[in-house]
């Protein structure tokens, strides 16, 4: 049964390569990428072997704590946990509940995240390469720790699991996890500071965190290498003890799991409350308009890929700080112009299939452009204006304000309008409706990255003009090319703008159907 | 039984939907094998075939969804394929397995139908409480659609197709997981919409269904019409659904599974 388990992840696994080129594609990239920081962490272990015992023992036990906070955490507020052997799949087919386990623990080692940690874990051998107890014992730890990130993971997914369900808790958690991911330049160099501030701290925390659940099973090699039996002894049995008690907790969630179906739904409305749609004007254009709208605040896939314009002044004032010039400040307003503006090239991605409300209502294609823009303008506007803006007060270089001004607007309006034009064309892998931002988007990845840096290109040589009045100005130190490039970027911009509107709108008309018929192999 | 040629142009009477030589072909699979199929104007049309038949890639591209690969649709005469946007004004389509905009309520979803075809904000309003009202969703109007059940979802979508009032409707598996309550219920209504002249065409899998809510019916099978007409003609005596097992073949393996009797 076991191996029934093991085969079927396997299986799961292999399949999802088969789906599509592009799809491998993606796949190869995220393994590269995995691949790249097993290298690093496994070249590291191996340096370690060299390094003293007090430094080895402290990087191991606090690199392998660190590993299973990460093994609880991360699939709870990324709720991108590995369902893929979903325990309530398995409620109709008798299993004895031991062999479940087993099976499920098992096939958590099959996949990037598995075979990455059993690897670098195993590598901790290299580390302890020292005396023959001390590989053995690391060898051990390893196998014991990795176990433990497994299972430790498993038994946070199934606690969490009817919380995980409902829809509320997935969209806030999903858009919360963004905001430390967005800021990780500057929490890591935070941390970096501090941790370098007290490295003599180190060792004594790696000493205590050894003796718990988090560090236990990642000491032994480091204590049988100085010598210390009695503490590897105590050690390894505090490690087993915590994975018995982590199966047992495992086993109970998983028996109530498994008779409790997760419960998702919501209280009942019967509000009359039409929302924007009863503010917008009640055209075509200005219901999907208010569609759009609505979507962009409920959605949270939307709603991720706003929440990182707060932080994109916060990340350019550290790094501002941290170089002792606010310049850098300046450009905050073009490259929120360009994050908002391409936040809509994927819209009807988006939308999948219930793209098919457009095409059976036969709304024109300008007005499902004009909508979805327009709706996209009512935020993106204030914001840019205000991001434009406001540095020049902490810079006071006022010279610069027009062209920058002007720079950013033209971004704004012409990644706008080329974003009509794009969405109308060509679908982008993005997540399902309902599913995490963070999970990994079925479809083709390669079809997906070729469209958006293309995109990209062709928005660069749009707006080239404004760049190239930019680069006057900073030549020639003459501020009247600021202004000349304020009324190029408005003029040109919203020119483009209504273009792509107008060219999106009439592809959409002509190639509706085959449009609908792409999203529709991607649902 | 009619048989209608690919090549001619609809009939008088002008038929609610004619459908003239549709194929379609995925990869090496060919899905609909030249349709040709006249559905007259007020009438309750059932298409029925086993799955993997080509129902829902027909209607799909009877109702401009899917382009077709040969042959077009006529609704009420207008040319999907031609004039895309003046046939879509006359039908109301409610496809099967695509989403809904589901963060919306299901009050603003069906509202977004209306707005969508350009209609009047107060006659959109007025139609959506009816609607409501009539399918039993009052009490969850407030509500995100993605919140529904299944049945309440399908009830939404047929709410969002019947808001423009038109004079066909497409409705592919409108029954599926909807409850014995509410599909009586939703009966009631495309009843009454046929006897005021309107046309509804469904497709299902459920032979007794159709054979007491039609009035004509289609037999589809590996992309080809097998039989059409009135259901009486189409079961010549028999039940739909055992003729209908004679038409499309197979299913009278009643032999073997011994061992399902011996406990």
Known sequence: ?523 | MSVVLPGSPPAYPVPALALRGLAKRFGGKIAVDGISLDVPAGSFYGVVGPNGAGKTTTLSMATGLLRPDFGTAYIHGVDVWAKPLEAKRLMGILPDGVRLFDRLTGEQLVTYAGLLRGMDRGVVAQRVGELLAALDLSADAGTLVVDYSAGMTKKIALASALIHAPRLLVLDEPFESVDPVSAANIRGILDNYVASGGTVIVSSHVMDLVQRMCDHVAVVAAGRVLAAGTVDEVRDGATLEARFVQLVGGGNQTGGLEWLRTF
């Open chain 1, 1 to 523: 049964m076991v191996a029934h388990l093991l085969s079927l992840k396997w299986r799961l696994l292999l399949n999802g390569f088969r789906r599509s080129p592009g799809q491998l594609v993606g796949i190869a990239i995220g393994g590269l990428y995995a691949l790249g920081v097993v290298v690093a962490l496994v070249v590291a272990l191996v340096a370690l072997r060299w390094a003293d015992p007090q430094t080895a023992h402290t990087a191991v036990v606090l690199g392998g704590a660190a590993a299973i906070l990460a093994w609880a955490i991360v699939p709870l507020v990324a709720s991108a946990a590995d369902m893929t052997l979903d325990p309530s799949r398995f409620t109709t087919s008798v299993i004895p509940m031991r062999q479940l386990l087993s099976g499920l623990a098992l096939a958590g080692f099959i996949g990037l995240p598995g075979l990455s940690t059993t690897i670098v874990a195993l590598f901790t051998a290299a580390t302890w390469w020292r005396s023959v107890p001390a590989v053995l014992g690391a060898l051990l730890g390893a196998v014991l720790g990795a176990l433990t990130c497994v299972v430790l993971s498993r038994v946070v997914t199934t606690a969490t699991a009817s919380l995980a369900a409902s829809r509320r808790f997935k969209d806030v958690s999903s858009i919360v996890v963004f905001v430390p991911l967005v800021l990780m330049g500057p929490i890591v160099a935070g941390v970096f500071r501090g941790v370098s501030g007290s490295a003599g701290y180190l060792p004594e925390l790696a000493r205590t965190v050894s003796w718990t659940p988090l560090g236990a099973s990642w000491s032994l090699g480091g204590d049988l290498a100085s010598g210390d039996v009695a503490a590897a002894v105590l050690k390894m049995l505090i490690a087993v003890a915590t994975i018995v008690a982590l199966s047992a907790a495992w086993s109970a969630l998983l028996k109530r799991a498994l008779v409790t179906p997760p419960y998702s739904g919501g209280s009942r409305k019967r509000s009359r409350k039409l929302g924007l749609f009863a503010l917008l004007p009640a055209t075509p254009a200005g219901a999907v308009a208010a569609r759009s709208l609505s979507y962009w605040i409920r959605d949270p896939r939307y709603a991720a890929s706003l929440v990182v314009v707060p932080l994109l002044p916060v990340i350019f004032l550290f790094q501002s700080s941290t170089a002792g010039s606010y310049f850098m400040l300046t450009v905050l307003g073009p490259i929120a112009a360009f994050v908002l503006a391409w936040s809509i090239a994927a819209d009807v991605s988006y939308d999948s299939t219930a793209f098919a409300l457009h095409l059976a209502t036969g709304v024109r294609g300008v007005d499902d452009r004009l909508g979805r823009s327009l709706a996209c303008l009512a935020f993106a506007l204030p914001v840019v204006l205000i991001f434009a803006i406001g540095p020049f007060f902490l810079t006071g270089e006022w010279a610069w304000l027009p062209g920058l001004t002007g720079l950013s607007l033209g971004v704004l309006f012409t990644g706008l309008g080329l974003a009509s034009i794009v969405s109308a064309r060509y679908t982008s892998a993005v997540p399902l409706p309902g599913d995490s931002p963070f999970k990994k988007p079925p479809g083709n990845v390669a079809q997906t990255l070729a469209v958006q840096f293309g995109g990209m290109a062709v928005l660069f040589l749009l707006v080239l003009p404004e760049l190239v009045l930019v680069i006057v100005q900073s030549v020639t130190g003459d501020p009247l090319w600021g202004w000349i490039n304020l009324a190029i970027g408005t003029v040109l911009g919203v020119a483009l703008f209504v273009a792509g509107v107008r060219l999106g709108g009439r592809w959409l008309d002509r190639r509706g159907p085959e449009l609908f018929a792409q999203l529709s192999v991607n649902r």
